[in-house]
């Protein structure tokens, strides 16, 4: 820690603070120099500030872009944490508080601020909100797997039911109709036995994408079990509908 009196001179400065700052008390005291290990340039300190009875809002537009608070310990104390780069030095994490120091009638006659190297600390939280952003993408992604079917790449039957309901609302909301066609596979299970479940998994991937090609970007393919496949069209009525499952039939008959 430092302390500075009524006329902003250094009156103390501790081996702590030598060590942190970098600066020897015998170059320090008898001086208004504490600016010198935080900042490019001379500036008024969180205790020069507290010495001269800035407000609260005074105080903070120093140190806008920083946590500034109270520091609730100490009456009429402050603390802030920031990243402080004096020119020429590798820039560091700190905090800093500052609290007013009184004579026996309670006029005050300097102030004592407390720094904290807080680099590895933030270094840290840094790291930690670095992984925690990772898990929610990667918690995002394994949602998004577990709503599609691995062998096609269509949605599955668990996405199906929300779905549903949601298209459901929304159709009724608007006066919009909403169709939806079923598909199934005839004899699926004897191409698995005869060809193998290899070669079925390909019939079902190269089913799926005749699918995709044949409805708008705004359908939705699913495939709701082993062989069956369902597609959802909004906004679609039962004339369109009608003339997509026939067009389906024909592109697979090809």
Request: proline share 3%; aromatic share 10%; with cysteine.
């Amino acid at each position: 820690h430092f302390v500075i009196n009524k006329e902003h001179t250094i009156v103390e400065w501790n081996r702590a603070c030598e060590i942190l700052t970098g600066y020897p008390a015998s170059k320090m005291l008898g001086t208004r120099n504490h600016w010198m290990p935080f900042y490019s340039s001379p500036r008024a300190s969180l205790a020069d500030l507290l010495l001269d009875n800035a407000s609260r809002s005074a105080i903070s537009k120093y140190y806008k872009n920083m946590d500034f608070k109270r520091w609730n310990l100490v009456d009429g104390a402050y603390e802030v944490e920031g990243f402080f780069a004096p020119s020429g030095k590798e820039g560091k994490w700190l905090r800093f508080t500052a609290a007013p120091q009184v004579d026996v009638n309670g006029k005050v006659v300097a102030a004592i601020s407390t720094i904290e190297d807080t680099t590895a600390r933030k270094a840290a939280e840094q790291e930690r909100e670095k992984l925690n952003k990772e898990l929610l993408k990667s918690n995002r992604r394994l949602k998004t797997l577990a709503l599609r079917d691995y062998e096609t790449g269509l949605f599955n039957y668990r996405f199906l039911g929300d779905l549903i309901e949601a298209e459901f609302i929304r159709a009724k909301r608007y006066g919009q109709p909403l169709s939806l066609v079923m598909l199934d596979i005839d004899y699926f299970k004897s191409i698995n036995n005869m060809y193998g479940h290899q070669f079925g998994n390909i019939v079902l991937q190269q089913l799926a994408k005749l699918l995709k090609k044949q409805v708008r970007r705004y359908d939705i393919v699913i495939r709701s079990g082993g062989e069956e496949f369902i597609i959802i069209s909004p906004g679609i009525g039962r004339l369109q509908t009608l003339n997509l499952a026939p067009r389906i039939l024909e592109q697979i008959n090809l």
